[in-house]
Every structure is written in C-alpha cells, then in structure tokens.
C-alpha cells in the first residue's frame, strides 16, 4: 500500500457529491420528460415542499411541547398550500405559526 493515496480525501468526497448529483439529475429529467416541467421548476417544487415539511414538524414539536391543540388558521394554510404549492400559500403557512408564535425562525 502506498503512502500516499492516489486521491485526497476532499477528491473522494467530491466525486460522490459530483455522482449524487448525475442521479439526481437523471431522476429529474426522467420526471421532466413526463411532467412536462423544467429542472428549475422541479427544484422549485421540491424546495418549496421541503420547506413545508419543515415547518409542519417544528409545529407538531412545538404542539408536544406545549400542549396546544391544532389550530384552525394553520390547518387552512397547510391545505391551502397543499392545493396550491406556490411561494404566496408557503408564506401563509409561515404566517400562521407566527401569529401562534410557533414559527420556529
């Protein structure tokens, strides 16, 4: 065995960023072809839905913490989002955590 490896650590884990990336791509344009929706608005989608899923466990969190029962102006937020997944239905989800001062940012 060599003393020195024929790739630094840093060149390692690069070139499995670099193939995590190739097949997240792949997936993405497999879903593009049948979508009929461009990578950006894939990653859109995807981010904006990450979000979500954020915020719905800080709120069930905070839920536990508190004790507080689900509240009605976040439950219509979260099903409005649902419906309509874009930035402005994101943000009254955001919106309402705030007002029950379960926002967790």
């Given at each position: 065995m060599s003393s020195q490896p024929s790739h630094t650590l840093t060149e390692r884990v690069l070139a499995?960023?670099?193939?995590?990336?190739r097949a997240v791509d792949q997936a993405t344009l497999r879903r593009r072809r049948s979508s009929g929706q461009t990578q950006e608005q894939i990653r859109r989608a995807r981010s904006l839905r990450q979000v979500f899923v954020d915020l719905g466990t800080s709120y069930r969190?905070?839920?536990?913490?508190?004790?507080?029962?689900v509240s009605p102006e976040v439950r219509d937020a979260a099903c409005r989002f649902r419906r309509e997944r874009d930035v402005t239905s994101l943000v009254a989800v955001a919106a309402s955590l705030e007002q029950v001062e379960a926002l967790p940012w």
């Open positions: 499995q960023v670099r193939d995590a990336e969190e905070f839920r536990r913490r508190t004790g507080a029962d």
